[in-house]
């Protein structure tokens, strides 16, 4: 799922190419993309695009006449520049946004139609979708422990629960708890001051770096490679590759259509953490601790 980063360089683009810009036609290539009645998708032509922002993990378009539209990506949703001669991949394309420059595509991979499009009217309707989550970027120090403290769960559910901070999901939470050496399962309740600022100063430090990056590689062209998983990542994906810290082979726990990605001698003192399926699979052959796997 797109986090973060990925979306602050959607929305860059996005301003760059279609503020000021009106919009020819609103085509729904997937009725089941959209989730909103009323507003018509037609009533969106020949509205002017007023600007594009963040809010959570969607990206709302702003147009004149007080007129939204809310895309949620979810896993498998992209957004797509093509040129006006080109047409839209109908096999993938949910909906295409139409102006006299080129048409702004939102295609889903598979088959499971989880991504969503919301067509709405007043700012009143677009704060239905902020979750409440905390804009870690905009927060001091104060703010972000209050709010990493308000319930007591892991750090890795903590960190991706959209009701407490905004735009942070399964690959960055990785990245974070990685930089901050914290393990994915300690409790919020539990972390003393010290640990709560390492954990702030990570989270600050890996969005930013993660969304320079992303802006630099995406350069002048609209972003085509937006993925959870990329080779400069330090734990994210790279399940038995080594560390970049310390060498050991990277850990995972594997639960529903998710993994959680860690270091073992990095974050979690050398202790192996139970994956549900696997370790009770292998039961007393479960190794517990990095050195058991040399």
């Known amino acids: 799922m797109p986090e973060l980063p990925d979306l602050a360089v959607y929305v860059d683009h996005l301003e760059r190419r279609l503020v000021g810009r009106t919009l020819r036609a609103l085509r729904v290539l997937n009725p089941f993309v959209l989730r909103t009645v009323e507003p018509s998708a037609a009533a969106f032509a020949g509205h002017r695009v007023a600007g594009a922002r963040r809010i959570g993990k969607r990206i709302a378009l702003a147009f004149d006449g007080d007129l939204g539209a809310v895309l949620h990506l979810m896993i498998a949703g992209r957004l797509r520049w093509i040129d006006s001669a080109q047409k839209p991949p109908a096999r993938i394309a949910l909906a295409a946004f139409e102006f006299e420059h080129g048409t702004l595509v939102f295609t889903e991979a598979g088959t499971r139609r989880r991504a969503s499009l919301h067509l709405v009217q007043g700012e009143g309707a677009l704060a239905q979708f902020d979750a409440g989550g905390l804009e870690v970027l905009d927060a001091d120090l104060a703010a972000f422990a209050e709010r990493l403290q308000r319930e007591n ?12 901070f905004a735009g942070i999901g399964n690959a960055y939470s990785d990245e974070i ?6 393990s994915p399962i300690a409790l919020t309740g539990r972390l003393d001051a010290s640990e709560i600022a390492r954990l702030y100063d990570a989270t600050r430090a890996v969005l930013t770096e993660w969304t320079a990056r992303l802006r630099a ?30 060498g050991a082979p990277v850990q995972r726990i594997v639960y529903a259509e998710n993994e959680t990605n860690y270091c073992a ?18 039961k007393a052959s479960w190794p517990h601790s990095i050195d058991e796997l040399g």
């Open 265 to 282: 001698r990095c974050q979690t003192g050398g202790t192996i953490l139970a994956d549900r399926a696997l370790s009770r699979l292998l």
């Open 153 to 164: 769960h892991t750090l890795k559910r903590t960190l991706t629960d959209p009701r407490l």
């Open 217 to 246: 590689q995406a350069g002048v062209g609209f972003p085509d490679k937006v993925t959870a998983f990329r080779p400069e990542m330090a734990v994210h994906g790279r399940y038995g590759q080594p560390c970049p810290e310390c």
């Open 177 to 182: 708890l990685h930089r901050a050496k914290l």
